[in-house]
């Protein structure tokens, strides 16, 4: 069995995955603040969710993840702002404090791998996942691993610039994080929270503002969708966040904008872009997936995958 940890900014979840993949117990919580609160809490909801299939020594393999700048050699993170983290060695102390190897990931390229999983791709296809939160940030997953480029940034498509005056928080202006993530979506359209986050259906009532940050944040996302299956290839491309808690309204607002730039090329309708999106079930802890499957990766078949047991 394997140990997944996934350490949020909100909340921290553990899965434990069967030698099948399916998902035999989870246990979350709210996520600890600074280095050691951090362990501490994450050390705490694993062995709750090990603590349901016999403890720590029923679990042959266990990996975590964590937002912030992961150095899977080292084990290492640096700069994870949001739980106030300057510098950890993750893989040392969690692994220490289990009393098990601990394998380490930056958390989008972890989901990635928890998506791949899910998916039943199988390890010789390509996946690309797309996260929809506060910004935007995406991964690819090629032959069963994460691609990762020169210091881990393949996949950082939120920092490509596009165009517009908005100036992004990585100090470029017009970057596609700036139209298609929560952030935008609060700038353009503030009334968000009042509306119960629903943009589509606010959109399809008249109110003007929604109207225009609908046009913009799904455009944004068609070209980030058309952006990651050009330069991966990826046969699917996967989202979740905290912005695709709007549901299918919102899936198929984006798979409109693909058709209607299908509409007008033969070369995007050939790759039938709107047919490849699709959102993950709300509430998977598709992070904590991923980081379970972070050594020793299994070859499956193009029908395989995991099972997910409420």
Known sequence: MRLGVDIG???TAAVVLGDDGEVLTT????????????????????????????????????????????DPAAG?????????????????DLGAALGLVVS???????????AHHLSGLGAARTLA???LGTGLAAAVVHAGEVVRGVDGVAGEIGHLPFGGDVVCACGQTGCLET???????????PEAAAHDWDLVGAAARGDSAAVLAAASLCGG?????????????AQSVVMSGGLTA??????????????????????LGSLALAERVSFLPAGVPVAAIGAARLTTPEVETATGGAAWRS
């Open 9 to 11: 900014g909100t909340k």
């Open 179 to 189: 139209t298609a993530s929560g952030t935008a979506l609060l700038r353009m359209w």
């Open 76 to 92: 290492t993170v640096r700069h994870a702002v949001n739980l106030e983290v300057e510098h950890l060695d993750l893989a040392r």
């Open 27 to 70: 246990a979350t919580a709210p996520s600890g603040r600074g280095a050691v609160d951090v362990v501490a809490q994450a050390t705490r909801i694993a062995r709750l969710a090990m603590a349901e299939v016999g403890g720590p020594g029923a679990i042959t393999a266990a990996g975590a993840c964590i937002p912030g700048l992961v």
């Open 221 to 233: 996302v068609a070209l980030a969708v058309q952006v990651l299956v050009l330069a991966s290839g």
């Open 104 to 114: 380490v990931e930056n958390d989008v390229k972890s989901a990635a791998l928890g």
């Open 129 to 131: 996942y797309l996260n």
């Open 246 to 267: 709007m549901g299918e309204p919102l899936l198929e607002a984006i798979r409109a904008e693909l058709r209607i730039r299908a509409a007008s090329s033969p070369f």
